[in-house]
Every structure is written in structure tokens, then in C-alpha cells.
């Protein structure tokens, strides 16, 4: 490949995926991942499968050797039955040789902290990442990368990237978590109306989708675990179509999150995202759209969730 | 009911027990005041910009000012709540905000935004940072980071267990407050953004729609959905909905242990709350509290701070997360509001001990023949039936029928000014 003047000028940002095996992993960095989102569940909410830590340092080594890059979730709030374990774990990711660790509670800075680990360290407070200067605050406290809140539009993001000291990154593919409680409220539901939560509904390949009355059209996936209930999106981010306004702002990394998603999903939506990054990087001036992309993912599509373009567009009010 | 002490718990924690600060709403000034005389040791209120109710009436400066005088003159403190997530667009304007909060002598403001954290300390030196129950802090790492970080106190999160806060004193020398009364949210603080999905009001800025409360279906389906229809249904026609409306929180049966755990702050959730609310549970509470630090081995729960709290309060209501995870029975399935049983009827301006003739400011419509209840701050409590009312003139009426006229009516026992009279709803 031939570098020409704009593709010097301009650095591709980097596309990751989150991955819940080292099949997964393997098969989205062959797709075009720069980087995979894994982690224990233990440690980790709303990751597409749980991965050890030997299955990690395996992912870190199988990444390595194709110049991608593996960050560790470990985005829990911690309670006190989970925290004795955390000094433990994030050493064996030291170990493990992983590039980042993603973290939303300070509970992950002290025992960093504490231990005196070197790890590299991205935060993450969901949909509480909402202004530059906190982004900075964490930064200062050890953090080189921050991870977005979904709920902010284009104008908002791009004074964000300029205010911001170090790298951003943000979702531009897939669903996002909207509702996040300790309670089991399905389980709850289900003992109030004198049933059992009985395997039918947790059976691999099913999903509890939430439906407001008055919004049938709006299927939320709803998922209980150990770690509570989680609401997430009726609609998928989908920016393809603007991903070289985007690109324009020098957002440092997009993200695709992988959650309740096939494999032939993720990896036709990873090609395709990598596919519009390298056309774009390689001529930013000549660079156009292609129908054939968003027609690429619109086939694999759910026709029950919307591709939308998330809070990009919007105004909120409050 | 008598509270009794285990052997362990006689014998094992000697700790000193301390009086905990008692920190109620304030929605308004008016607010303020009957919070501070029902027995708040604190309030806490919103400004006009950064806090998380913009629907509430909300403070000008001016307002500040004078609420942090009746505060001083009463010895009692103000809080702010400033425990939005702020975007960018909220940055310009941060510092006056703050420097202003300085100026009129504000205690504390509750704050989750590091962003803000870090204006006020430049800005407002002399105000004490208090971290939001928005910060979801649910362990002692974490409540041991804002300390470092210079935050005097931390307010936890809501799913804290009892367990969770012993620890965390023990292991932390910061002041913790926790809430101990009103309603919840059953998310983790500022983890649900349902409000920006559903109606594209930001949760996290004051434009919360309480779609936790809203009703809903729950459907099985393939993970990939490529029909229009659902496999199965777990709602019914008929049954009650699926929701993730919470019960309120309640602990007027458990000042006991809630002082034991060396809490230092109890917070009553409400700032849109009314009058009556605020000042019968602070009410309540500061009866409890006193009573229990009077005579701890003597204490007894009264059945009327019970039932005086009920007056009150229009949701069934729960312990949350104190001594055990919540399950089904602290949700809210059913009709959520039961009738509000007792509605606020006049407040007393004066009383003549001579005559006992009182003046009473009308606030709801009431009438001879009706009953009425009167409480006070300082334990006034009697029913009576209302006999001949007057206005101011000598005149007899047949109902009190306009907003804070003045009524001259008998009453039974001595009243004071700024005694409640309430009435029954049917």
C-alpha cells in the first residue's frame, strides 16, 4: 500500500469490538478489530461471555501477534463480597500483558494504586461521562483513554475531543445499556405473579425483551443476572453513514459493542466499519459513502431493532 | 415494641453513640422553615441551575440568603445539591454558581460530578463537598478514594446493606450519610438514562419522567427477533403489569440500628414533597432519634410515629437494601398511590390561652363539624371536631374556602404558632 500525503496526516482511529471467547476474539481481529473488550464476568457487567484469566493471557497473546490489542472490562460497582478478590485479578492482568484495563469505580484506581501495578487504564461511567473536564479529572488520576456516555450528540462530542487531554473513544455500532439495577426485577416480577423464572426463558438463543404499553414497537432487551437487571436499547447505533464526520472530529477509537449479537453480525458489521476507516484514511478528500455497507448490515439487521443514530442528532431537554 | 439488645451487641460495640444529624427536603423557603422547626438538624436545596429537579420551585440567591439566616438563627445548616452530570454546556457559569453558593455561607453542597468537585474547590473554598448518592459508592476503596480527594462526606449508594456501612466506618474515618426515608430510585443512582431513551429528557440533569414507574410487558423471543411476533408472553390480560417501580424507603422501625451503625447523616428523600410531608416525618424522626439517644436501653418505638408517618406518605414502603437484597414484596405492582389518607388543613399563627381561641392560615378546605387533628414540633398532638369558625372580622363562616385566610376558631388543648391542623380525606 502506497502512503499518499492525507493518510501520513491523518491517524485511523482505532476499531474495537467486545468478544466473550477467544473464538470471538480470534475471529474479530481476522475481521478487522484493532482491539477486543473481554473479561470475567465476575469483575465485568454486560460482556458477551466470561473469559478466565489464562483464557485472557491467551487472548492477549494470540492479539499481540496480529498487532491488536486486548482491554480487560472490569466496569462492576463493587460491593464488599466483591472487592477482596480485585487486587488479585488486576495483578494476573498486569501478568497477562494486557493493553487496558476499563474501569468505572475508584475502587480499580486504589488497588492499582495500592499494589503499585503499571497497567494502562481507559474509564468508563457509562452513561454518567458527560463533559470534558471529568474526562480530564480521571485522566489526571491515571486514566490515558475515556469511554463516552452514548446519550451525547455530535456537537457535544466534538467539544468534548477538544477539551479532552488524552484519547476518547466512542460506541458507534450496536445496542447500549440504558438501566442497570442491583435488583432482580424479573425474578421479582415473576415470584409477584406466583411463577418460577424456569429455563424456557434462559435458554441460549433467548431473550427477555421489556415493551412499554404505549410503545410496542420499542423491544428492549431486558437480561438478569447475578449482578442485577440490566435494560438495554430498543435500537442499534448504526453511524456508518456519518462515520467520516466522525472521523473528521479525530475521535481516537470507535467501539462496536458485540452484546446479543450472532458472530456473522459482528463480523460483517467489523469489516465493514474497518473497510469505510481505511477508504477514508487513505483518501480523507475522495472519500464517500457506500450504500453496499449499511446494505451489508441491514440484511443481517434484526427487523425488530431500529439502525438509528443513537443521540447524534438530538436535543435533550431537562 | 422493645427493643432489645443482644449480648454480643451489648457486649462487643462499645462504641460511643452519637447523635446523628437529621437532614430533611426543602423544596421551597417555606419548606425550609417548618423542615428546620419540625426538627431538622440540616436541609438541603436546589438553585436554579445543577440540580437534579428542575421541575421543583427551586431557590434564587436571594432565597439562599434568607434560608441560610432563618438556618443560622435556628442552628441548623444548608446544603445545595449541585449532583447533576454535567455536559459541556454546562461548564461555562460552574464558578460563579459556586463562588455565589460561598458568598451567602452555604455548608455543604452534594455534588457527583468530579468536574464540579474540582470548580468548587477553587470557587467556593469554605463549602464542604458531600458526594452524591449519584456516585453509586457501595465500598470502602472507593469512599477511601473521595476522601483523598477532599470530600468531607459521602453520601452512599441506596443498595448499600447495613453490613456495607460498619465496614465502611470501620474502615474509613469520613462522615457517611445515608437515606432513610422516601422514595428510590431502582436503578443504581445515574445508571438509567430510560427517560433520554424513552422521551429525550436527560435523567441525570433534573429531567428524570419516572419511567421506572411506567408499565410494562416482558416477552421471550429468538436472540435474533426475525418476526414481528413474540413466542411467549409473561404478562397477562388482566394481571398486574411488569415494572420496575420501587417501594419507598422507611426506617422509623430501626433508628436503633441505624445509630448503632455510626452513621452520621439521615437523609429524608423529597424536595417536591409539600409542607405536611416534609414536617411530619422529620417530625417523626426527630422524635425517634431523640428518644433513642435519651435512653437507648429504655427505647420503645412509638406505634404513633408509625402511623404519624403514614399520614404522610402515599406509597407502600420498605427497608431497601438495609438487611437484606429487596425482592418481590418491596416493589410496586398495584395500583401504586393509595388515597392520600390526610390532607393539610390550616397552620397555626396565634393562639389566645385566655380564650382558646386560635387564628388558623387556612392551606386546604375545611369546615365545622369536621374532624381534625392537630400536631406540633414540640409533641402537640390531639383530634378535636371543628366547632363555629370566623374570619379576622368576628364574622362566622361556614367553610374556610380561601387559600391562607385567616380563620379564628376554639381549640381543645393549647396550640402554638406553627402547629398543623389536618384533616381526614374520606
Redesign the interface.
Known amino acids: 500500500m502506497s502512503d499518499n500525503q492525507a493518510s501520513v496526516a491523518f491517524r485511523k482511529p482505532e476499531l474495537s469490538i467486545s468478544a466473550g471467547s477467544l473464538e470471538e476474539v480470534k475471529l474479530y481481529i481476522e475481521a478487522g478489530a484493532d482491539a477486543v473488550m473481554v473479561g470475567d464476568l465476575t469483575y465485568a457487567e454486560r460482556l458477551p461471555g466470561s473469559m478466565t484469566v489464562s483464557d485472557i493471557a491467551e487472548a492477549v497473546k494470540l492479539a499481540h501477534g496480529q498487532q491488536a490489542r486486548v482491554y480487560v472490562v472490569v466496569n462492576k460497582i463493587f460491593d464488599h463480597d466483591l472487592l477482596p478478590g480485585l487486587g488479585d485479578y488486576l495483578q494476573s492482568l498486569q501478568e497477562c500483558g494486557v493493553d487496558a484495563v476499563i474501569f468505572g469505580d475508584p475502587a480499580v484506581l486504589m488497588a492499582v494504586k495500592d499494589r503499585s501495578l503499571g497497567l494502562n487504564l481507559h474509564w468508563t461511567a457509562e452513561m454518567t461521562t458527560t463533559n470534558y473536564m471529568t474526562a480530564n479529572y480521571w485522566a489526571n488520576k491515571g486514566s490515558s483513554r475515556t469511554i463516552l456516555a452514548r446519550e451525547l450528540n455530535m456537537e457535544e462530542i466534538a467539544e468534548f475531543k477538544r477539551g479532552a487531554n488524552h484519547e476518547i473513544q466512542i460506541q458507534v455500532h450496536g445496542m447500549t445499556n440504558i438501566y442497570h439495577s442491583k435488583r432482580k426485577l424479573v425474578k421479582h416480577y415473576l415470584t409477584h405473579r406466583g411463577k418460577k423464572l424456569t429455563p424456557e426463558y434462559q435458554q441460549d438463543g433467548k431473550i427477555l425483551y421489556l415493551v412499554e404499553k404505549e410503545r410496542p414497537d420499542e423491544r428492549c432487551p431486558i437480561i438478569e443476572n447475578e449482578n442485577g437487571t440490566h435494560i438495554m436499547s430498543s435500537d442499534d447505533i448504526c453511524t456508518i453513514e456519518c462515520l467520516d464526520e466522525l472521523m473528521e472530529l479525530g475521535i481516537d477509537a470507535f467501539y462496536i459493542e458485540g452484546l446479543l449479537k450472532s458472530l456473522e453480525y459482528n463480523m460483517t458489521v467489523l469489516r465493514v466499519y474497518r473497510e469505510a476507516i481505511d477508504t477514508y484514511a487513505a483518501d480523507p478528500a475522495g472519500y464517500e459513502f457506500r450504500d453496499e455497507w449499511l446494505d451489508a448490515i441491514h440484511e443481517l439487521q434484526d427487523p425488530g431493532r431500529e439502525l438509528t443514530f443513537g443521540f447524534l442528532f438530538k436535543e435533550q431537554v431537562y | 415494641m422493645k427493643i432489645t439488645m443482644s449480648r454480643e451487641e451489648m457486649l462487643g460495640k462499645r462504641r460511643k453513640l452519637a447523635l446523628p444529624e437529621l437532614l430533611a427536603p426543602a423544596g421551597n423557603l417555606e419548606k425550609l422553615k417548618f423542615a428546620i422547626r419540625y426538627g431538622a438538624d440540616a436541609v438541603y436545596i436546589g438553585g436554579q441551575r445543577y440540580g437534579l429537579r ?1 421541575n421543583a420551585d427551586n431557590f434564587s440567591f436571594e432565597e439562599m440568603r434568607e434560608g441560610v439566616a432563618f438556618a443560622r438563627q435556628h442552628g441548623a445548616k444548608v446544603f445545595v445539591a449541585t449532583n447533576i ?7 461555562p457559569g460552574l464558578h460563579d454558581y459556586l463562588s455565589e453558593l460561598d458568598r451567602i455561607g452555604i455548608d455543604a453542597i452534594i455534588v ?4 464540579i ?3 468548587a474547590k477553587r470557587a467556593a473554598p469554605s463549602v464542604e463537598l458531600h458526594l452524591s448518592t ?1 456516585q ?1 459508592t ?5 469512599v ?3 476522601k483523598d480527594e477532599g470530600v468531607s462526606r459521602v453520601v452512599l ?1 441506596r ?2 446493606s447495613m ?2 456501612i460498619e ?1 465502611i466506618k470501620e474502615h474509613v474515618a469520613i462522615e457517611i450519610e445515608v437515606f432513610i426515608h422516601g422514595a428510590m430510585c ?3 443512582s ?5 427517560s ?3 422521551t ?8 428524570c419522567c419516572q ?2 414507574r ?13 418476526t ?1 411476533s ?1 413466542s ?1 408472553q ?1 404478562t397477562a390480560e388482566g ?6 417501580s ?1 417501594k419507598d424507603m422507611c426506617m422509623i422501625e430501626h433508628i436503633p440500628a441505624l445509630i448503632r451503625s455510626g452513621v452520621d447523616s439521615f437523609k429524608i428523600e423529597g424536595r417536591m414533597k409539600s409542607i405536611h410531608y416534609v414536617a411530619t416525618v422529620v417530625n417523626a424522626y426527630r422524635q425517634a432519634i431523640d428518644s433513642y439517644m435519651r435512653d437507648p436501653f429504655g427505647y420503645e418505638l412509638k406505634q404513633e410515629w408509625l402511623e404519624e408517618i403514614g399520614k404522610a406518605a402515599n406509597r407502600p414502603v420498605s427497608t431497601g ?1 438495609f438487611f437484606e ?4 414484596d ?2 410496586i ?1 398495584t395500583p401504586e398511590d393509595k388515597p392520600q389518607a390526610y390532607d393539610f388543613a390550616g397552620l397555626v399563627m396565634d393562639y389566645d390561652a385566655a380564650s382558646g381561641m386560635a387564628v388558623i392560615e387556612q392551606r386546604n378546605h375545611f369546615k365545622p363539624g369536621q374532624e381534625v387533628e392537630f400536631i406540633g414540633p414540640d409533641g402537640t398532638h390531639f383530634k378535636q371536631i371543628v366547632g363555629d369558625i370566623y374570619d379576622t372580622e368576628g364574622q362566622p363562616l361556614d367553610a374556610a374556602r380561601h387559600p391562607l385566610q385567616l380563620i379564628r376558631m376554639h381549640v381543645d388543648h393549647p396550640v402554638m404558632k406553627f402547629d398543623m391542623m389536618r384533616k381526614k380525606l374520606n
Open positions: 428542575s452530570y454535567a455536559h459541556n454546556e454546562d461548564l457527583a460530578d468530579p468536574a468537585i474540582e470548580t449519584q453509586s457501595l465500598n470502602w476503596q472507593a477511601r478514594f473521595w449508594a443498595e448499600a453490613r456495607e465496614e431502582s436503578s443504581y445515574g445508571r438509567c438514562v430510560l433520554n431513551h424513552f429525550d429528557r436527560d435523567s441525570n440533569r433534573g429531567g419511567s421506572c411506567w408499565k410494562y410487558d416482558l416477552f421471550v423471543s429468538e436472540e435474533e427477533l426475525l414481528e413474540y411467549a409473561l394481571e398486574d403489569p411488569f415494572t420496575m420501587s437494601f437484597e429487596p425482592d418481590h418491596d416493589h405492582y
